[in-house]
């Protein structure tokens, strides 16, 4: 089975303009949750989504902005791009949400420099 | 707040054990989660705690003690693939994950 699959892999934007990211989750799962990585950090969490609804949002400006479809495929917008927007955005799926054990598993991310 | 600590940085030898401690304070407590993220790669699943204790998995141990607000990861036989960050997540009371910021644990031959 295929994992958690994210596009593009690496993405070169200027100040200013905005970016699309698209992640899949593995078949079966309903749950995705985006995170934003700066090297040297840990994941800092932007949204979930379950069954195409925002069921958790992160301290992230409204410049962040995303949804999930019926196939439970998901999007991450950004607009009015910043320099300190540059970093490794994860995308996670989940079977299931709001359970004690609900393992995440990651796509190999989108790295996302902005110049 | 909610808070994750973690070292930033550990040194082992090859074929020796280490631990790496995570210390959280956490609005309620649904579990911890260790992940495994070697460089420009995505984190992957190690282990899961929710009840006190020791959880044993292969040359990994992960430990938890909720009274402490602690845990930690044991990795026993250390080889070198085992260079990598490792990352201690929290799911709080909303059962969003919280992350520490990873330890980068470097094995030397």
């Known amino acids: 089975d295929a994992g958690v699959t994210q596009s593009p892999t690496h993405l070169i934007k200027t100040r200013g303009q905005h970016v699309t990211l698209r992640c899949s989750p593995i078949?079966?799962?309903?749950?995705v949750s985006w995170y934003q990585q700066v090297l040297g950090q840990g994941p800092q969490f932007i949204f979930q989504y379950y069954e195409k609804e925002e069921r958790g949002r992160g301290n992230f400006p409204d410049r962040f902005s995303a949804r999930q479809f019926p196939n439970y495929s998901s999007e991450l917008n950004v607009n009015a791009l910043l320099l300190g927007d540059s970093a490794l955005y994860l995308c996670a799926s989940s079977f299931d949400r709001g359970r004690p054990k609900n393992i995440q598993y990651f796509g190999a991310g989108t790295r996302l420099s902005v110049l | 707040g909610q808070n994750i600590d973690q070292p930033t940085e550990m040194t082992a030898t090859e074929g020796a054990i280490v631990q790496i401690n995570c210390t959280y304070q956490t609005s309620g407590f649904n579990g911890l989660f260790w992940y495994q993220q070697h460089a420009g790669e995505a984190p992957t699943f190690l282990s899961y705690?929710?009840l006190d204790g020791l959880e044993e998995k292969g040359r990994f141990s992960s430990f938890l003690s909720r009274s402490k607000g602690y845990s930690y990861l044991l990795l026993k036989e250390l080889q070198m693939k085992d260079s990598a960050s490792y990352l201690c997540?929290?799911?709080?009371?909303?059962?969003?994950?919280?992350w520490g910021a990873g330890t980068k644990l470097i094995i030397k031959p």
């Open positions: 997540a929290v799911t709080d009371s909303n059962y969003q994950l919280i």
């Open positions: 705690n929710v």
């Open positions: 078949s079966g799962h309903k749950s």
